[in-house]
């Protein structure tokens, strides 16, 4: 199978490794400093279970590449437009892409009912440029659990144990394309199910990054210290009760083990996604994981002060960074 994943960063490069690992015939988007040395020296994972090596083809261009079997994007949400106005040479007519990134996705509300039916979100897709240039019937959602830094150019450090990924389709129907993908993902070493209930999934991650993402980048600690204080671990209890609240408001029932988070969270030295981008000063996923979630939030008449205030903050943060 011929795969290749968009954006060569923490998660990109861990689930490129993987799906070399897996036997699928692997090839980047990648960029800068990451290109330079994934093609002079290769992808290197370093994970708890020992350190995985890669070479897949790498370039700027994907016109090198050619048209995929699959395509998976692994970019920030605020890197998504120019990624829709690129992709085009990698796609043939039914080539899926798989959108594995934290939040709301830009194709949340293809095939819903009711009151979000043919929404579409401009914070996260301006204009519609995702929704033309690549379309709601190629995205594969991508749910994935796996605390990853990029920590030199090629390198990439693995916090999790286990690193998980789950797969499904917008409409909820069963698919063979997922199914192909998550075999090759789960002979590559990744725990991956297909779900037809791919929005309680999204949700169901949501809620740690509700929990810990503002926290960290307000405190820029990572999880572990952040957690070490007793008041931030009610808010990050309160935020998470406020995030499956909003979930279930929007008819995702889910009902997530709160003390097992914590716990997890409470242990890991990883720092947020979030956190790393507001360290390297770059663009941060506010819309993706909380601008939009509180719109969705209102329209479910479902409360969330907690995430309000903190989203508040993080806005005026990201305002500051840009104007020093
Ligand atoms: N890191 C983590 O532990 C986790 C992250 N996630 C989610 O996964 C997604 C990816 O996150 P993560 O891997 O951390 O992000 P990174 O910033 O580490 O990686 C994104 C990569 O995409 C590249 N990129 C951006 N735009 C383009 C473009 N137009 N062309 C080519 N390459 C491009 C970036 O290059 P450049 O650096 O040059 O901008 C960077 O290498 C996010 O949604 C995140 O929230 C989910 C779970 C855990
Ligand atoms: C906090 C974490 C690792 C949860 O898996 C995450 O999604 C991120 O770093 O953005």
Redesign the pocket.
């Known amino acids: 199978m011929k795969v290749c994943v968009?954006?060569?960063?923490?998660?990109?490069c861990h689930v490129a490794a993987r799906l070399v690992s897996g036997g699928a015939d692997v090839s980047v988007?990648?960029?800068?400093s990451?290109l330079a040395a994934i093609r002079e020296q290769g992808l290197r994972v370093e994970t708890p279970d020992g350190t995985l090596t890669a070479h897949p083809r790498a370039s700027?261009d994907p016109a090198d590449l050619g048209p995929q079997d699959a395509v998976l994007v692994?970019?920030?949400?605020p890197?998504l437009t120019?990624?829709a106005a690129?992709i085009a040479p990698l796609l043939r007519p039914d080539t899926p892409v798989v959108f594995?990134?934290?939040?709301i996705p830009w194709w949340y509300c293809h095939g819903l009912k009711g009151d979000l039916a043919g929404r579409q979100f401009a914070e996260i897709d301006p204009d519609g440029i995702v929704w033309r240039h690549i379309g709601p019937e190629r995205a594969v959602g991508g749910v994935?659990?796996?605390?990853?830094?990029?920590t030199a150019p090629g390198t990439v450090r693995v916090l999790s144990a286990k690193s998980r990924i789950i797969l499904g389709e917008p409409t909820g129907e069963g698919s063979s394309r997922a199914a192909a993908l998550a075999a090759i993902l789960r002979a590559g070493g990744f725990v991956c199910e297909v779900t037809d209930q791919i929005r309680d999934a999204i949700w169901t991650k949501l809620a740690w990054?509700i929990a810990t993402g503002p926290i960290c980048a307000l405190a820029r600690a990572p999880m572990n210290v952040a957690l070490a204080d007793p008041t931030v671990e009610a808010a990050v209890r309160a935020l998470l009760a406020e995030g499956i609240a909003i979930a279930r408001g929007l008819g995702c029932m889910i009902a997530p083990d709160i003390d097992a988070i914590v716990k997890a969270v409470r242990s890991s030295p990883?720092k947020?996604?979030?956190l790393?981008?507001l360290e390297l000063g770059?663009p941060m996923?506010i819309d993706?994981?909380y601008t939009i979630p509180l719109a969705l939030a209102e329209m479910a008449s479902v409360p969330a002060p907690t995430l309000g205030l903190l989203t508040a903050l993080l806005r005026l943060q990201a305002q500051q960074g840009r104007q020093q």
């Open positions: 968009y954006g060569a960063g923490a998660i990109g988007v990648a960029r800068g990451q700027d692994t970019v920030k949400a890197a120019a990624v690129a594995v990134m934290n939040g994935v659990y796996s605390s990853c830094t990029v990054n990883h947020p996604s979030i790393q981008d770059r996923e993706a994981l």
